[in-house]
């Protein structure tokens, strides 16, 4: 792998043991992809380390005092501590989440990250066609990709550490345009109505084109031309919870697809799949885990809500009362909360019942995590991410009903899981 | 009988084992960081050890965390002696560097139809090499 003198001078520890470990972790997945050299990169996303000693160890030894050279935000904490009462997180585990939630703040600070603590920081750090990033989380990675055409691989946390603080990636995967065209056709199929797809559809539906993928960029042929970014963000991770493919294409909607032949780079797809009315069913059913029709908790913002969505959640809940024994979670990042209680919709939610979180992953964090010590056994969401991650991470323990948003606004309302 | 397969690194090292053979794509997030146990219901290696074993597997897949499953397992001692699979997702692959596991990717062939569990493997990943005997 061909370094330049910058890069040789880190690799052999020239700008310090720091700079040293992540050139060397950088140099040998450059390797295992035969990558012929680095190139920068202007942007990093991190993940907020999980709440285990031996993660955080991890993350203390790669960051030490080393401070970000490029422009980095951060994905969102397990908690917010702020909002613990609310949340319900008893007493007794205040103390030990305040120790180790405290840490990584203070880590995140001292080297100069941009603490957005969110998993959409796309709201919040502009990206443009073309740049090359160095990004980790699922959501962001692929949103980055697919409805931005920036480029980055599905970095891990150690990976996108090393790239923040050298400012450098090794040049394979999705920085290189021909690894970047579709390979497999999705097309939708004419019993289906995408003008009318809910958030849930279209997690539902890569959900399940990530069955057949592989490795295999799709190019989902016949979505609504009017769908939204939103949209798009329910898509991600889901696609990747079977497959290994970290970025798609939205014919006619995304910028590397303006025509079939364009975006196949002018070959014929390996391979090609019409999701239907049946298909989106199954793919609903297999992401309802849940058996008793009582639901704990109902979470939105799986990946973090923008301001519209919080407005259409609103509009569902005005006049209404969430039941008792329902908690309704919404997760957003802070500057989206501080818009949305400018314009009353915090009121409106919380005046209903619900409370809305910046700051913090409510679905596949906190309700997994603290699901025992909350007492939540049954979880209802739009997010196929939250339906997929977490009643297998939780090993039985919770189960997910996944549908509509408007169905799982009039399930926090009724207490039941149901449509009407 | 011996069968040579050739393939990529992703993670340096030589080792040989035993292989464990998932017939679906592997998420370390399904394997209990303490014990090395698959939990994940429904996985043709649900309730077996990942520890000392070579695993086999088409492709990793699954939220970026990934990398941290395979770490904790390092460090919990339970980890799988080396990886052998046909893609490599990065996360994968970034997880076996960092726990100091060997990782081979590639072949031209279908893994799962040349190997079984239970069979003994030898990996030299740093020449992508995986050499085979049956049991």
Not at chain 1, 375 to 400: D, E, F, M, Q, W
Request: aromatic share 8%.
């Amino acid at each position: 792998m061909y370094l330049n003198r910058e890069e040789k001078r880190m690799l052999e520890g020239e700008c310090g043991e720091l700079i040293q470990k992540s050139m060397d972790l950088l140099v040998k997945v450059g390797e295992a992809y035969d990558a012929e050299r680095m190139i920068e990169v202007t942007y990093a996303h991190l993940i907020a380390w999980e709440l285990t000693d031996i993660l955080f160890e991890l993350f203390s030894q790669m960051t030490g005092n080393a401070k970000v050279r490029i422009p980095t935000t951060v994905n969102p904490l397990l908690f917010n501590m702020g909002r613990a009462k609310e949340l319900g997180i008893p007493e007794s585990s205040m103390t030990e989440l305040e120790r180790i939630l405290s840490r990584l703040i203070k880590a995140h600070d001292k080297m100069g990250v941009i603490p957005t603590y969110t998993c959409h920081p796309h709201y919040i750090y502009e990206l443009r066609i073309g740049e090359h990033v160095a990004l980790t989380e699922s959501n962001v990675v692929m949103f980055a990709n697919a409805w931005l055409g920036a480029r980055s691989n599905i970095e891990g946390a150690a990976t996108a550490i090393a790239s923040a603080i050298t400012g450098k990636t090794p040049y394979y995967g999705l920085h290189l345009i021909g690894n970047r065209y579709g390979k497999v056709q999705i097309d939708i199929g004419r019993d289906l109505k995408p003008d009318q797809f809910d958030y849930a559809d279209y997690g539902a539906l890569a959900f399940w084109a990530g069955k057949s993928l592989k490795d295999r960029i799709p190019v989902y042929n016949g979505l609504s031309r009017k769908m939204t970014p939103a949209h798009a963000k329910y898509m991600c991770t889901p696609q990747i919870l079977h497959s290994c493919a970290a970025m798609f294409h939205i014919l006619g909607v995304t910028p590397e697809a303006p025509t079939l032949e364009a975006t196949f780079g002018g070959k014929k797809p390996e391979d090609r799949f019409i999701i239907g009315k049946k298909q989106l069913e199954s793919a609903f059913e297999t992401l309802c885990s849940a058996k008793g029709r009582e639901i704990d908790l109902v979470c939105l913002g799986c990946p973090h809500c923008n301001i519209q969505e919080i407005g259409e959640i609103a509009q569902l809940l005005r006049g209404k009362k969430v039941s008792r024994q329902v908690r309704l979670w919404i997760g957003t990042n802070e500057p989206t909360r501080i818009l949305a209680k400018r314009m009353g919709f915090i009121d409106t939610i919380e005046n209903a019942g619900g409370l809305v979180f910046a700051d913090m992953c409510a679905g596949t964090g906190a309700a997994l995590r603290m699901s025992e010590a909350l007492g939540i056994r049954t979880v209802a969401t739009n997010s196929a991410t939250l339906a997929g991650v977490v009643p297998i991470r939780a090993r039985g323990r919770v189960g997910v009903w996944f549908g509509k948003t408007r169905v799982c606004i009039a399930s926090a309302i009724r207490g039941k899981w149901g449509n009407n | 009988m011996e069968i040579i397969l050739r393939g990529h690194l992703a993670s340096r090292g030589r080792v040989e084992g035993i292989a464990l053979v998932s017939s679906k794509p592997f998420e370390f997030r399904h394997v209990d960081t303490k014990r090395g146990i698959i939990f994940a219901s429904g996985h043709n290696l649900e309730g077996q050890s990942v520890k000392n074993k070579i695993l086999v597997f088409p492709y990793g897949c699954g939220p970026t965390t990934e990398e941290w499953g395979l770490y904790e397992l390092k460090k919990a001692g339970v980890v799988p002696k080396a990886i052998v699979c046909m893609s490599a997702y990065p996360c994968s692959t970034i997880g076996a560097i960092i726990s100091n596991i060997p990782m081979v990717y590639g072949f031209d062939c279908n893994l799962l139809e040349v190997i079984q569990t239970g069979d003994h493997l030898w990996v030299d990943a740093d020449k992508g090499l995986v050499r085979v005997s049956k049991r």
